[in-house]
């Protein structure tokens, strides 16, 4: 079962290998080409990501070979180290077998197309699985230190996505669970000065950077505006949760709800704190109220883990004689039809990135096949092509549009602290709401002062909910930096929706 596993594993991140960059991902491989160069994120690099996660994406600088399969083969491996801790949490639980289901049921919840197929690559909540798995297994273990460290890496977590340091909560519930009520008081107390620990260091290092405000800005101020401006009616976020759960989630769901059952009957006090785990994860996603596919991700790591102890004990029961034996045999059937489905669901999904991997389509071909929206990955590359032939490694572009991406894979520095959030800059709803817009400008036009674009890109008909004007109409409105680039630059290409301007000599 093992060896299947993870054969199953390499088969797909082999054919995930030549995926493109989503537009998020687009953004956080700037990260990478520029953190590493002595870029500060907040400050020289703007995002609304906490930091540790921002900095893991410098990681991929470090991996020769091609830039976006560097960022693959990253994750695959932080994946591969995710699934080794996974395992041994789950092992020392419930045996090797739900140790094995685990992992398994892990990777098709982190991987199911539902949940945004490339555009959920390497983002926050697939990431932090690992400090959180590691979080538990500290939990688990005897002795204060040990909750420290768990607590530790629950901060960690926060650094990835704030909303999954929730995790806490599972964790005094498994310490009210296992140990006597004075124990269990100073282990959640130190479990607290563990939360807060890196979180102090982060705070530190911005502030000296002389970056603390950006950072604030960056993490805290930009979600909170973000959040009342986007969030649906409450109705609608409990329904679509449900509902895309059910769809997408429902071998996870059923095998850790057999499982859930199954623990609470014959050890209920490890039954409450997984239970704890399951219902803290889903309410983080849910308290966001945004359920854009990636959210869903948190809450893979705890029905994984009840979901192998599930598939564990169906398998187990099977073996039995008598009544016992009929419902493993009900819950195995049950399992094996929803792993039928989401297996096919698997395979319509991934079938155009085998093709493409087998030499039976093109590139652009097999881009067009698995493009999503307006947002169109064959023309960020088509773009970041012509800026890496035409303009010198050490000229700067503007990409006044929705494509960060372009920046990265031409290896042209923006001259921009915002690559993604032009939105900023505009007077679309959520900027006007953000004090500082004019100074927000003045800030951008100082910075093209210092560092004039070679070339300047931008968009057309390429609107989003979050602007109701598309690139070419609110640059119109942004008179001073309108004026500036008819003065100052002529128009010569287009690419796709792209207008290429060039710098007059």
């Not at 830039?67 to 699934?83: D, N, V, Y």
């Not at 989630?249 to 499982?259: E, K, N, T, V």
């Not at 039928?340 to 039976?360: H, V």
């Not at 990265?408 to 505009?426: E, Q």
């Amino acid at each position: 079962m093992a060896s299947l596993v993870v054969a199953a594993a390499l088969f797909v991140f082999v054919i995930r290998l030549g995926e493109p960059l989503g537009v998020d991902q687009g953004l956080f491989a700037c990260f990478t080409r520029w953190v590493p160069r002595g870029w500060l994120p907040y400050r020289d690099l703007f995002d609304s990501k906490p930091p540790l996660f921002l900095y893991w994406w410098a990681l991929p600088a470090a991996v020769p070979g091609d830039f976006g399969r560097a960022i693959w083969w990253t994750e695959g491996l932080w994946l591969a180290a995710t699934g080794v801790v996974a395992f041994r949490v789950a092992r020392d639980l419930f045996g090797a077998t739900a140790g094995v289901a685990t992992v398994g049921l892990l990777l098709v919840g982190l991987w199911a197309p539902g949940f945004g197929g490339f555009w959920s690559r390497a983002q926050a909540e697939e990431l932090l699985v690992l400090p959180m798995l590691a979080s538990l297994s500290w939990a688990l273990r005897p002795g204060a230190r040990a909750a420290f460290w768990a607590g530790v890496l629950v901060g960690v977590c926060g650094l990835f996505k704030i909303p999954s340091m929730a995790i806490a909560g599972a964790w005094v519930v498994l310490f009210a669970a296992r140990h006597p009520r004075r124990e269990a008081a100073v282990r959640t107390l130190v479990l607290g000065l563990g939360v807060a620990t890196p979180w102090v260091l982060a705070v530190a290092w911005f502030a000296a950077h002389g970056a603390f405000r950006a950072f604030v800005d960056g993490v805290f101020v930009y979600h909170r505006h973000n959040a009342v401006f986007i969030a649906p009616p409450w109705d609608a976020v409990l329904e679509g949760f449900s509902r895309e759960m059910l769809d997408t989630a429902s071998l996870l769901l059923a095998a850790a709800s057999f499982g859930l059952i199954v623990l609470l009957r014959r050890r209920a006090r490890d039954g409450w704190w997984l239970a704890a785990f399951v219902a803290v994860t889903c309410a983080a996603v849910v308290l966001q109220r945004q359920l854009a596919g990636y959210h869903f991700l948190l809450t893979v790591p705890a029905l994984a883990l009840a979901g192998g102890y599930g598939v564990a004990i169906a398998a187990r029961t099977i073996r039995r004689t008598g009544r016992v034996r009929v419902v493993g045999a009900l819950s195995g059937l049950v399992l094996l039809a929803l792993g039928a489905r989401t297996l096919s669901s698997y395979a319509k999904a991934y079938g155009p990135g085998l093709s493409y991997t087998l030499g039976r389509v093109d590139r652009p071909r097999y881009l067009l096949t698995i493009q999503l929206g307006n947002y169109s990955n064959l023309m960020e590359e088509e773009a970041a092509r012509y800026l890496a032939k035409e303009a010198p490694k050490e000229a700067g572009v503007f990409v006044w549009g929705l494509s960060p991406g372009i920046y990265a894979l031409a290896d042209r520095h923006p001259t921009t602290r915002y690559p993604f959030h032009k939105l900023l800059y505009t007077e679309a709803p959520l900027s006007r709401m953000i004090p500082g817009l004019e100074a927000r400008r003045a800030e951008l036009l100082a910075r093209l002062n210092r560092d004039p674009p070679l070339f300047v890109l931008v968009g057309r008909n390429d609107g989003n909910p979050f602007d109701p004007l598309d690139s070419y109409r609110s640059l119109q409105r942004f008179t001073a930096l309108d004026d500036r680039i008819r003065r100052d630059y002529a128009l010569t290409n287009q690419i796709g929706r792209f207008l290429v301007y060039r710098r007059k000599p």
